[in-house]
């Protein structure tokens, strides 16, 4: 079983940045795609981005594309999500997941594994 655990959120003003890292657990990591999804309030979940077990593959949504980057160290287990130029529309709870490779991870059906979120608030 893969245990999840994100940090980095925060209050950030409009043009500023923030780096969340995801925290895996688990000698099976390297094994999944790991995707970053958000939720704002009153709105559906939806996929930001996504990387491969072996970091070949990289996804984004249109609305992150050229902002934010995503990587991932095995070694260490984690998985990163760098956000650049915030905007309020990026305000969010942030999940950190995790899918069996092959899959479709544009969906948030694709993902096993969740953790519980961190908060990003971007001020206009």
């Known amino acids: 079983q893969v245990q999840l655990v994100e940090s980095g959120g925060g209050l950030v003003q409009a043009g500023g940045s923030l780096r969340l890292s995801c925290a895996a657990s688990?000698?099976?990591?390297?094994?999944?795609?790991m995707g970053w999804l958000r939720q704002a309030p009153g709105k559906e979940r939806e996929f930001v981005a996504a990387i491969s077990w072996t970091g070949a593959n990289i996804y984004y949504a249109d609305s992150v594309k050229g902002r934010f980057t995503i990587s991932r160290d095995n070694a260490k287990n984690a998985v990163y999500l760098q956000m650049n130029s915030l905007k309020p529309e990026d305000t969010a709870v942030y999940y950190c997941a995790a899918g069996i490779r092959g899959r479709n991870y544009y969906l948030l059906g694709s993902y096993d594994y969740w953790g519980q979120g961190t908060q990003v608030t971007v001020s206009s």
């Open positions: 688990g000698r099976t990591f390297s094994n999944y795609a």
